[in-house]
């Protein structure tokens, strides 16, 4: 690995030696890249702006958070509040609150800072890559490689895929200071590379591992112990080498868990699996992550394991395992780059789905940071191999064509991203063997305005998982609410989620309209019953059936319903009418008048005989 280059960091004072020739010539080659990378990167992914929702994480995100996100002082609750979930992801959440300030619930500003963010963490990359090489072409076309690649599209054009750029902006900086810090000293760097630490864990939570990855950069890179002294002893000098980051990165730590823990209080887990037998099952991460950075095929942001890919990435590590031995690359700086790779994935991979492979196994957009490690080694590779009088040549003759390959199909596959509905079909088109793919995808065709083919979608979910009520309760809805309406289908269809014991409310209120078209009216009451009885203080069901108890002159039970429908939500219009229309037949002129002051809030005109009947009593 080559010495850290000149213009970056400095030396000691004595050994600094000014540039020659202090003008714009000298710092437009070190500043040139930068700005060529950025517009170059800018302008790639600018369509993405232009973007809707997936509909995969980002509704939940934005959508159903606009509120809280709508008011900017709530910026100093995201450390302190359940936001998502067992997430607790302080400045993930706080760009969803500084873009809602710009566009609310549009699109436009959350797509524009992804863009922006991803822009900014390939700038780092370079950086990195001439802190360890310098400049030159090989460096170069390598970072077109990594902006360009199409693993990473998500991060720019999917809005949830922002969390490894912003881990990326602040987890570089964090390892440069250190690595800077222990070749050149000065507290100052420790500590900035503390809060860069600081910043990481409140990213994301898996940027714990960056200590253990400082620590071995430490061992491996800088220090470079004698094996003479033998293990144990070299340990325990770069233990007390590092004395102070180690107290700093187990307070900071500690301290990160505390605040986890109190702003997660409550919270019922995530029903993830996580132990060392999660690591057995998911090594496959491995070989395929390698296997789509060379060879980008089946691209979906939620990955799935198959054989053929997990092969195709053996062979590339056997590949390059033979080439890193025959053009003798340093052992320390080999190992340190596979713990990097290795230590960045072993969060998300000792973790699985409780309810097993629904979605995905892996996410692609996960492979942004351990993607340096196998960069690095293939710069060490090319260095081994390459003269610097072939350097041009490299450059012309085969870094140009690959840049171009790989951003044509990047290129290809970023309008995946363009709305729920191509997102969904390119998971269907990779994954066609996905139920839980193919459900999503009816549901994007049905809010496209495409029944038939949602009606398609749905079935081959309910073909490939035919015990999921949830199918057949939202195929159901395409012959409740489509053009041309079916309920005797719809019956049916919900009639099968019935007999799979099924405790989705949701399945027996479709069933209840699907009984009132057919003016089934003791069948309609019975399915509304059981949804309320599923959902105690679900206020849709418990309103729906106060209509059918009113409807049916059931005044007793329609009463009843009313007041639990008010209990549960205080503004649904229908319970208050029905209410006071009820107290109004039954003589209860003095209940009725309570209603009165919340009727007239809720804009509704009382009819001049009841307000003379209530006059009394107002």
């Given at each position: ?188 760097r420790l500590w900035l590379h503390l809060a860069f630490y600081m910043c990481t864990l409140f990213t994301k939570e898996s940027a714990i591992v960056l200590p253990v990855l400082c620590f071995f950069a430490d061992y491996l890179l800088i220090a470079k112990p004698d094996k003479k002294n033998g293990f144990l002893h070299n ?384």
């Amino acid at each position: 690995m080559l010495k850290m280059p000149l213009y970056l960091y400095g030396k000691a004072k004595s050994e600094y030696i000014p540039p020659a020739d202090p003008t714009w010539k000298v710092y437009s080659k070190l500043f040139a890249p930068y700005i060529i990378l950025a517009i170059l990167t800018f302008a790639f992914y600018m369509p993405a702006m232009h973007y809707d929702y997936s509909y995969l994480d980002d509704n939940s995100l934005i959508l159903d958070n606009a509120t809280f996100n709508a008011n900017i002082s709530n910026l100093s609750k995201i450390f302190s509040t359940n936001y998502y979930g067992a997430l607790y992801r302080p400045f993930l959440f706080g760009s969803f609150i500084i873009d809602a300030q710009f566009s609310g619930i549009q699109p436009q500003a959350y797509h524009f800072a992804n863009i922006i963010y991803f822009v900014i963490s390939v700038l780092l990359v370079w950086r990195l890559i001439t802190v360890l090489y310098g400049q030159g072409p090989i460096q170069f076309g390598f970072i077109l490689l990594y902006a360009f690649h199409p693993l990473f599209v998500p991060l720019a054009a999917w809005i949830p895929g922002r969390n490894d750029s912003l881990l990326m902006m602040f987890w570089i900086p964090s390892f440069l200071l250190y690595y800077s810090y222990k070749a050149y000293g000065g507290k100052w760097r420790l500590w900035l590379h503390l809060a860069f630490y600081m910043c990481t864990l409140f990213t994301k939570e898996s940027a714990i591992v960056l200590p253990v990855l400082c620590f071995f950069a430490d061992y491996l890179l800088i220090a470079k112990p004698d094996k003479k002294n033998g293990f144990l002893h070299n340990f325990i000098g770069i233990l007390q080498r590092n004395t102070l980051p180690i107290i700093g990165w187990i307070a900071l730590s500690v301290i990160f868990l505390l605040m986890r823990y109190s702003a997660l209080k409550g919270i019922p887990p995530s029903g993830d699996i996580v132990g060392p037998f999660e690591l057995l099952r998911n090594i496959q991460t491995i070989p395929i992550i390698i296997a789509k950075a060379f060879i980008p095929l089946k691209l979906f942001v939620l990955g799935s394991y198959d054989w053929g890919m997990t092969g195709l990435g053996l062979g590339i590590i056997g590949i390059i395992a033979g080439i890193l031995m025959n053009r003798k690359v340093e052992g320390s700086t080999i190992l340190f780059w596979i713990l990097w790779f290795l230590l960045i994935l072993l969060p998300t991979m000792a973790a699985s789905r409780k309810n097993g492979d629904i979605y995905f196994t892996y996410a692609e957009h996960r492979s942004f940071l351990p993607f340096i490690a196998i960069l690095v080694l293939l710069i060490e590779i090319l260095f081994k191999s390459i003269s610097s009088n072939n350097w041009t040549l490299m450059k012309v003759f085969t870094f140009l064509p690959v840049v171009f390959v790989y951003a044509a199909i990047a290129w290809n596959y970023l309008p995946c991203y363009e709305n729920r509905l191509s997102y969904w079909t390119q998971g269907a088109k990779v994954y066609p063997e996905k139920a839980e793919i193919q459900h999503a995808l009816g549901k994007a065709l049905y809010t496209a305005d495409k029944p038939l083919l949602a009606v398609q979608a749905y079935k081959k979910a309910i073909e490939l998982s035919p015990d999921q009520d949830i199918f057949y309760s939202d195929l159901s809805k395409v012959y409740l609410y489509g053009l041309n309406p079916d309920y005797e289908k719809a019956i049916a269809v919900l009639k099968v989620a019935d007999s799979l014991e099924s405790q989705d409310p949701t399945v027996f209120q479709n069933l209840t309209v699907a009984y009132e078209k057919k003016k089934m009216i003791p069948e309609a009451l019975k399915a509304a019953e059981k949804a309320v009885r599923l959902s105690p203080n679900g206020a849709t069901f418990l309103n729906n059936l106060t209509l059918l108890y009113f409807a049916n002159k059931d005044y007793v039970n329609a009463e009843i319903m009313a007041r639990r429908t008010i209990k549960a939500q205080d503004n649904i219009l229908s319970c208050y009418t029905i209410l006071f229309d009820i107290l109004i037949t039954q003589k209860r002129y003095l209940e009725a008048a309570e209603l009165v002051p919340r009727l007239v809030k809720m804009g509704v005109k009382i009819p001049e005989a009841a307000m003379q009947l209530l006059q009394p009593y107002l």
